[in-house]
């Protein structure tokens, strides 16, 4: 089946730091790939995704590549904020009939002041 | 706000009663997901409505629990006889039949 892994967390960085995030997937067909965020208290946003190989998404100072060589779709971030503070979740969906996200178990970001 | 909404957003049960939720999606979104999401773990998927069709469940679906999504509008998802196990965040989601999904914020069960 489809499934997503994250490198384990929590993360604590302190801020202008610079962030990656790993994750890597497997998937039966060809997948599109997202990262959704969590801040406190809200519900899951969409982030950032890419729909086939080599394609960058961004938004907000993050980037994501996805590379289907190495099965990743690594998040990047030059310089955190404190703002930045959430939980991060890398997704995908192999498009058919019945799409639906499958996500990894979620990493914690912490950015100190 | 036109967001998806969900509600109640915390409900606290007795082992054993039942428990209904409901959520409202984004207004023309034809697709709707439930998902349940425990303490360090990401989203799992449940079940998926393409308007008034439920299209497909997950196994971790049990016989207690069963959704629907009448005139492919409001959704409710109702857990019968609740285990402790069945505590979680279950989150609701709604996409017009792109790879977006815009969720709600979720209602947290908490079965004592």
């Known amino acids: 089946g489809d499934s997503v892994t994250q490198m384990e967390g929590p993360v604590t960085l302190s801020e202008e730091a610079f962030l990656t995030i790993n994750c890597t997937y497997t998937?039966?067909?060809?997948?599109?790939l997202f990262w959704y965020v969590q801040y406190p208290g809200e519900g899951l946003q969409l982030l950032l995704k890419?729909?086939?190989?080599?394609d960058k998404g961004s938004n907000k100072g993050f980037e994501a590549t996805y590379r289907k060589e190495t099965t990743s779709f690594h998040l990047e971030k030059g310089s955190v904020q404190v703002s930045d503070s959430a939980v991060y979740f890398c997704?995908?969906?192999?498009?058919?009939?019945?799409?639906?996200?499958?996500f990894g178990k979620g990493i914690t970001l912490s950015v100190r002041p | 706000d036109t967001g998806v909404s969900q509600d109640p957003r915390h409900k606290i049960t007795k082992r054993g009663q039942n428990v209904t939720f409901r959520c409202d999606p984004i207004?023309?979104?034809?697709?709707l997901y439930w998902y349940r999401q425990t303490l360090g773990q990401g989203p799992e998927f449940l079940t998926y409505?393409?308007?008034?069709?439920?299209?497909?469940k997950s196994r971790l679906l049990s016989d207690r629990f069963s959704a629907e999504r009448p005139k492919g509008s409001f959704s409710t998802l109702e857990i019968q006889r609740t285990e402790q196990g069945d505590s979680a965040m279950y989150l609701c989601?709604?996409?017009?039949?792109?790879?977006?999904?815009?969720f709600g914020q979720g209602t947290r069960l908490t079965v004592v």
């Open positions: 989601a709604s996409s017009p039949g792109t790879f977006e999904a815009f």
């Open positions: 998937a039966t067909g060809y997948p599109s």
């Open positions: 890419a729909t086939k190989a080599d």
């Open positions: 997704a995908l969906i192999v498009t058919g009939a019945n799409s639906k996200l499958t």
């Open positions: 207004s023309e979104h034809n697709r």
């Open positions: 409505f393409q308007n008034e069709a439920q299209l497909e």
